[in-house]
């Protein structure tokens, strides 16, 4: 099981609206819509922020959002905040009980 | 409401053994798959095995960590278990348990604490 591939880093301005892809293969992130995000600052365990490809859990903002086409899946942040500036992560069913997660990505803040 | 507290932290020397354990609170154990997921320092995350703790042993491994991992559970405890053998300055991170939010569904809506292991001579 190969990670999944994220961009190292994104950046953007309070206020404007970022996107993270997460791409995979027809073998996890295009064969199933089980896929996760997760925000997670330094030092704390992660958060899940959409799962499903397109659900939030209760408490998250609805400036988060998910999305998927084919073998990449997407989170966008809208409406950047200064705390949005923290470490993301995807994660994807990969068949056989088996999960992969993404590379990470560290968004900026700026 | 719900949690998962780890043991401590553990220093081991390569070649040696590591148990580490979590213990869930706040809701039927059983009713819940477990997962476990590592993260070396300054990487990513990585995830190691999942257990349905009505099975009492795992139901998937990643193929990097089969012949050396062992995971369990134990409803009578509420507790998950795992045991990583052979350990090399690589398996230095922090090792998380987490929990299935929905059977099937591989997404975790909890998550323990962290249990930092160190391997060094």
């Known amino acids: 099981q190969s990670a999944l591939t994220q961009p190292r880093s994104v950046s953007g301005s309070p206020g404007q609206s970022v996107t993270i892809s997460c791409t995979g293969t027809?073998?996890?992130?295009?064969?199933?819509?089980?896929v996760s995000w997760y925000q997670q600052h330094p030092g704390k365990a992660p958060k899940l922020l959409i799962y499903?490809?397109?659900k939030r859990p209760s408490g998250v903002p609805d400036r988060f959002s998910g999305s998927k086409s084919g073998n990449t899946a997407s989170l966008t942040i809208s409406g950047l905040q200064a705390e949005d500036e923290t470490d993301y992560y995807c994660?994807?069913?990969?068949?056989?009980?088996?999960?992969?997660f993404g590379g990470g990505t560290t968004l900026t803040v700026l | 409401q719900v949690h998962l507290v780890q043991s401590g932290a553990e220093v081991k020397k390569p070649g040696a053994s590591v148990k580490l354990s979590c213990e869930a609170t706040?809701?039927?154990?059983?009713?819940?798959?477990m997962h476990w997921v590592r993260q070396a320092p300054g990487q990513g995350l990585e995830w190691m095995a999942m257990?349905?703790?009505?099975?009492?042993?795992?139901?998937g491994y990643s193929q990097k960590f089969r012949d050396r991992l062992t995971v369990t559970a134990d409803t009578s405890t509420s507790s998950l278990h795992m045991e990583l053998r052979s350990l090399t300055s690589e398996d230095t991170a922090v090792y998380y348990c987490?929990?299935?939010?929905?059977?099937?569904?591989?997404?975790?809506?909890?998550w323990g604490q962290g249990t930092l292991v160190t391997v060094s001579s």
């Open positions: 987490a929990r299935e939010g929905r059977d099937g569904t591989y997404l975790f809506d909890f």
């Open positions: 706040g809701y039927s154990f059983s009713g819940y798959y």
């Open positions: 257990i349905n703790p009505n099975f009492g042993v795992a139901t």
């Open positions: 027809s073998s996890d992130v295009g064969a199933y819509n089980y």
């Open positions: 499903d490809v397109t």
């Open positions: 994660s994807s069913y990969a068949g056989s009980h088996t999960v992969v």
